[in-house]
């Protein structure tokens, strides 16, 4: 304690260079971005390109580029790397980046690290209601077009964002605030089920297999109605990042500094059930990996920054993604694992770690 | 430590602000009510405050201190009544605008993640960035400037949860002086400081306001320090304002021990200083002192809950004011008199009815000394003891 006393004497002695020291610090820290960033980006191309090249089919690496260049229109390896592998690794990069910052969002809402949109049962809302929804409309009209899909998810994210609210307005504890989440959880689920169960057979094998988490069996036009959703609400998020980063020092303080609260808080809301939203109405709930990416961004990156944590954490979300995703595909082939079943074996132990740190007060 | 070190005050903050404009009234507060919920928790709150005037509220805790800042801030809706700042609304203004004017230290503990004390302070700019929140050279200036106003320079690099307390509160005072503003308000905000801190925190509001012309409007728990740095003094007690006024107005001993409802000992008004009472008894025991040598053994009397007679006292003398609130019976002479035939004898009497008469330490001139008579007197009667 004595020798931290003196230290800090020291420094403060000479405030002067430790003034200049700090503007040497911004300079690390520009470099550190920078590192981290093209990092990001090089494990992006990199799950990209073993993505694409991996599978049953042996696809040599001049036909990829002949089918991704458009070259080469037809034949079963066009079929296979366009119509399959090519959505799927997209499908993947799009929603884990979605999954991410919504995760983002919802941890700087509730100022709890641990909060995100599977962990608070937003997922399982958003599930709930597209499942009642593809039941009705398959019944209905014998299909389910991907833009009601993606309505109804939003929907029931709202829906059990609502819910939570209504809790955490009541209880300012975290723990009670995620076991709520859990229970809304388990109460969607518990619904889900029930229709599930009640649902003609022919529609329950393509719900069961969506129900459990998967990036694949998505179309084009999916994969484009998800970029455009996602890219949107990107934009604002970006565009949000000066009254979020105002945020992070607490209601009050941000309202000093001429943040708007109210509105503040129901764009996030929106935005954040925008991204889960999608994620889950075309590729059904994903765990863990909306606390994991930002925790692990953040430590890279060594700030919380909202402007530079936000587009690293989509990147890293993309790249976090695309591995499991390869992972589920490879690990066990042919058989597939559930996407869940990967992210939480990544995931899971990190917020385990994380509450360990937080324990000890080191975090 | 080394940044106890006198700071180097004072210093021009942010000169671009015109301070020549004097406006008497720059916030008014006009029948205010405030509370939560629509219910007004105080009502007729009037209060007219200047530019560059230190403003203090004091009362009891769970008196609405906190509740008066919160609405001038409007984290809480106004009941009724105005807040006016420069004559204009504050519910007709928007956030933005009122963010370049005001500026808050709260008492809420902050925990950011992984945010230097530079992040936090920079966090004041706020009002001034753009779209994005990037911060330009003179933002960046204006944060130096804001923190080297603080004492806080060299702590821009570090994690803002590894500082102290003390450090936190002038971290965070940087942080609201870097938003330019003409108001600061604080809650409490030496509530988690040692004394150093809190002395430090108070000479850097005080240089605040004088130099730089901002208004200060602060809670404060500690009255003595409420009565030292603050220009006007705001009592708030029950559901009204108790009184509202400058220092030497509010500071008389009855006012204070009303409003705080102190049963259990006295406040000393001219230094602002709080006694335990005097203790209960028949005093068998005197105290004779001259020059603030008998404070000490004043206090180890009180602890030990012995009740004394102070000896003959000089009534300018520092000994004497605390003997007023820990003695239970004082023998007191004019200043400047020689001690009369009749303080002596009461002296002589006082004498007769103890056990024990403590020499704490008398310095004896030509006019106390019958002073050396009395001690001789003990002396001979056995009961003198010297400390």
Same mark, same amino acid.
């Given at each position: ?144 077009? !991907? &833009?009601?899909? +993606?309505? #109804? %998810? ?5 829906? /059990?964002?609502? =819910?939570?609210? $209504?809790? *955490? ?49 998505? !179309? &084009?036009?999916? +994969?484009? #109605? %998800? ?5 949107? /609400?990107?934009? =604002?998020?970006? $565009?949000? *990042? ?122 | ?387």
């Amino acid at each position: 304690m004595a020798k931290r006393e003196q230290q800090l004497a020291e420094e403060e002695a000479s405030g002067e260079t430790a003034l200049s020291s700090y503007h040497h610090e911004a300079f690390k820290r520009r470099t550190r971005y920078l590192v981290v960033f093209i990092g990001l980006i090089a494990a992006f191309f990199a799950m990209a390109v073993i993505n694409i090249r991996s599978g049953d089919m042996n696809v040599s690496g001049s036909e990829i580029w002949n089918i991704l260049i458009g070259k080469v229109t037809s034949g079963s390896t066009y079929d296979v790397i366009h119509k399959i592998r090519l959505p799927r690794i997209l499908m993947a990069a799009i929603l884990g980046g979605a999954l991410s910052v919504s995760g983002f969002l919802l941890q700087t809402f509730f100022d709890n690290p641990i909060a995100g949109p599977f962990v608070l049962g937003i997922s399982d809302g958003a599930r709930m209601v597209v499942a009642i929804v593809m039941v009705l409309s398959i019944s209905a009209v014998g299909f389910a077009p !991907s &833009w009601a899909l +993606v309505i #109804a %998810a939003f929907a029931g994210s709202l829906l /059990a964002t609502g =819910f939570i609210l $209504l809790i *955490s307005r009541r209880v300012h504890n975290m723990a009670i605030l995620l076991v709520a989440g859990l229970m809304v959880g388990y109460i969607c689920k518990a619904a889900t089920d029930f229709i599930l169960t009640f649902a003609a057979d022919n529609d329950i094998v393509n719900l069961r297999n969506w129900t459990l988490g998967s990036f694949s069996g998505n !179309s &084009w036009e999916n +994969v484009v #109605a %998800a970029a455009v959703l996602v890219g949107v /609400a990107m934009l =604002f998020t970006i $565009l949000l *990042s000066k009254p979020i980063g105002a945020y992070q020092l607490g209601e009050s303080y941000a309202q000093s500094m001429g943040v708007n609260i109210k509105s503040f808080r129901v764009i996030l809301i929106l935005l954040s059930s925008i991204l889960s939203g999608t994620v889950t109405a075309f590729a059904g709930p994903i765990s863990f990996v909306g606390i994991a990416v930002p925790f692990l961004i953040k430590r890279a990156l060594g700030t919380s920054k909202p402007l530079v944590v936000i587009p690293a954490t989509f990147l890293g979300g993309t790249a976090f993604c695309m591995m499991c995703d390869l992972i589920a595909r490879l690990a066990f082939a042919p058989t597939e694992l559930n996407i869940s079943t990967v992210t939480a074996v990544f995931g899971a132990p990190v917020v385990i770690f994380m509450m360990l740190m937080r324990r000890t007060g080191r975090y | 430590m080394a940044d106890s070190a006198a700071p180097a005050r004072p210093r021009k903050l942010f000169s671009d602000k015109d301070k020549s404009v004097v406006n008497p009234t720059y916030l008014q507060l006009k029948n205010l009510s405030v509370g939560y919920g629509g219910h007004a928790v105080i009502h007729d709150i009037n209060i007219d405050i200047a530019k560059g005037e230190i403003v203090a509220l004091i009362g009891p805790n769970g008196a609405g201190k906190s509740t008066i800042l919160k609405s001038i801030t409007r984290q809480l809706k106004i009941v009724g009544g105005q807040v006016l700042f420069d004559g204009q609304d504050l519910t007709k203004m928007s956030f933005r605008d009122l963010s370049s004017r005001m500026a808050v230290v709260l008492t809420d503990r902050l925990h950011p993640e992984l945010m230097t004390c530079h992040d936090i302070v920079a966090t004041g700019r706020y009002p001034y960035t753009g779209r994005l929140g990037v911060l330009t050279r003179d933002d960046e200036d204006k944060v130096d400037e804001a923190m080297a106003a603080v004492d806080a320079a060299s702590l821009g690099a570090r994690d803002f949860n590894s500082i102290s307390d003390g450090q936190k509160q002038r971290v965070l005072l940087a942080r609201a002086l870097c938003q330019e503003p003409d108001v600061i308000i604080l809650d409490e905000p030496t509530s988690f400081l040692d004394i150093r801190y809190k002395l430090d925190l108070l000479s850097i509001l005080r240089s605040m306001a004088k130099d730089n012309g901002i208004t200060v409007i602060t809670s404060l728990h500690e009255i003595d320090l409420a009565m030292k740095v603050a220009d006007k003094i705001v009592c708030v007690e029950g559901d009204t304002i108790y009184r509202c006024g400058a220092p030497e107005a509010i500071f008389e001993e009855g006012l204070i021990r009303d409003m705080y409802d102190i049963r259990n000992g006295s406040f000393d008004s001219l230094f602002g200083s709080i006694e335990l009472p005097a203790p209960a008894g028949e005093p068998r025991t005197m105290v004779l002192s001259t020059s603030g040598n008998g404070i000490r053994e004043y206090r180890r009397l009180q602890k030990l809950g012995i009740p004394f007679i102070a000896g003959v006292v000089y009534k300018n003398d520092t000994d004497y004011r605390l003997a007023q609130a820990l003695a239970t019976e004082v023998i007191a002479e004019e200043p400047f008199q020689p001690i009369s035939n009749g303080v002596y004898q009461q002296a002589l009497e006082a004498m007769g009815r103890c056990d024990t008469v403590i020499d704490a330490g008398c310095d004896i001139g030509p006019i106390n000394a019958r002073v050396a008579d009395l001690l001789a007197e003990a002396e001979r009667q056995g009961k003198l003891e010297r400390r």
